[in-house]
């Protein structure tokens, strides 16, 4: 039997496939808001899980199993996800830059002439 450990790649490797897929139409227009805008986004995904689940006496598993629709319970789920990583790794990427930047700073100012 297969482990849900088995299905993390499959999982994220697609996750990041299709986030690629998105950029090149929507351009990074989830964090247009700013952090605040992308916070809303999250917790808009969240609202439609928690009202889903509220409705289903909170079983994930059995809501998954059972919800025939294409955009439904496993949409929302990978959608919350996907932006998830995608707050991440802006976050990750803005230390680097900053990172980055301290270290360039750093040693310009050890070579800058006494």
Do not use: H
């Not at 090149?24 to 989830?30: H, I």
């Amino acid at each position: 039997m297969t482990s849900y450990l088995d299905q993390l790649r499959v999982c994220a490797n697609r996750d990041v496939q299709v986030l690629l897929e998105k950029e090149q139409d929507y351009k990074g227009s989830w964090k247009k808001r700013g952090g605040c805008g992308a916070y809303m986004m999250l917790a808009r995904k969240w609202d439609r899980l928690e009202a889903i689940m509220e409705r289903s006496n909170w079983d994930i598993f059995t809501v998954w199993e059972n919800d025939p629709r294409l955009e439904g319970i496993r949409d929302d789920i990978r959608d919350l996800r996907r932006y998830l990583l995608l707050v991440e790794a802006e976050m990750e990427a803005r230390q680097m830059a900053k990172d980055q930047s301290s270290n360039v700073v750093g040693n310009s100012i050890t070579t800058i002439p006494s």
